[in-house]
């Protein structure tokens, strides 16, 4: 078989399918009278740290997602990457999840590869990677018959190119998506080299208050353009070109606003002088 292996099940994210869905239920639970304002959104922010910590964010996204469409092809970026990193997709075989394998869309991702460069991963040569995987179980539960395009994509302006080609591309082969970027916002103290508003309560309010916001309103605004510069600014999103790629796909699919679902920090779970943020975000 053409499968990809889960990396980090088991750790990260259960990998018993029973406790995984019981987690879900539990995510879904805890945000079951939350209202949304963006009635058909296609596509989303996701953060991508273990579960334990940032799980319901991306769940709640991914869920809100599948409420309002049943696409053919789910297209994902991610991967941590600086603006020299080139582009890196998984043309074809299948993802491995709790729930059972998801298959690449071949069609989209062969005409991709066509029309851009990558470096090709297989599914026994490829980079471990969280910010994808930790994705997948939530897409093949809530999108039980969809396939994926993964890609990892870095942050640069070309990247802004490439999320447009793919709407142009997936028009053409008359298939139905959604979008999702991930990334994590500020990672803040010791643990990263971060710490030029002290620790303590102080910087926990910087992060949350004006690091991480400045980059959530860009978002929020849908600027792809000030996502990236923003990332690479402030170090307000470790993933910023696929944020942005999954908004400039949105905005070329036609969605016009953007709100901002949830925001959390790991601090809030387990206080200490290193922590990240998470957003989860529709449009």
């Known amino acids: 078989m053409n499968l ?6 088991g750790s990260w994210y259960p990998s018993d399918q029973q406790a995984c869905e019981d987690q879900i239920l539990q995510f879904l639970d805890a945000g079951k009278n939350q209202s949304v304002s963006v009635a058909n959104p296609v596509g989303g922010i996701v953060p991508h740290a273990g579960w334990f910590f940032s799980g319901s964010i991306a769940c709640k996204v ?3 997602l599948a409420r309002a ?4 092809v789910v297209v994902v970026f991610g991967m941590h990457l600086h603006s020299g990193s080139p582009r890196t997709i998984m043309p074809e075989g299948e993802w491995e999840t709790p729930f059972g394998p998801i298959a690449v869309d071949t069609a989209l ?3 991709l590869t066509r029309r851009h460069s990558f470096r090709i991963e297989t599914s026994t040569r490829f980079q471990q990677d969280n910010t994808i995987e930790l994705q997948m179980p939530f897409i093949r539960y809530f999108f039980k018959d969809a396939r994926v395009v993964a890609m990892g994509v870095p942050p640069v ?3 802004l190119a490439l999320a447009k080609s793919v709407v142009e591309v997936a028009r053409e082969l008359e298939l139905d998506m959604v979008v999702i970027g991930s990334t994590d916002l500020t990672h803040y103290g010791p643990n990263y080299g971060f710490t030029s508003k002290g620790i303590g309560s102080t910087a926990v309010d910087w992060v949350r208050d004006e690091n991480d916001r400045r980059v959530i309103d860009a978002m929020i605004r849908m600027d792809p353009e000030a996502v990236i510069r923003e990332g690479l600014s402030n170090d307000n999103a470790c993933c910023c070109g696929a944020a942005a790629a999954a908004i400039a796909v949105g905005k070329t699919m036609g969605a016009q606003k953007a709100e ?6 790991s601090y809030d ?3 200490g002088d290193s922590f990240v943020g998470y957003v989860g975000m529709l449009f």
């Not at 990809?4 to 099940?9: A, L």
């Not at 901002?260 to 920090?265: D, P, V």
Request: charged share 30%; proline share 7%; no cysteine.
């Open 62 to 64: 991914i869920h809100r």
């Open 269 to 271: 779970k387990s206080p």
């Open 4 to 9: 990809r292996k889960s990396v980090f099940s």
């Open 69 to 72: 469409a049943s696409p053919d």
């Open 260 to 265: 901002e679902l949830a925001y959390a920090t």
């Open 157 to 159: 302006i070309e990247t």
């Open 109 to 111: 991702a062969g005409e």
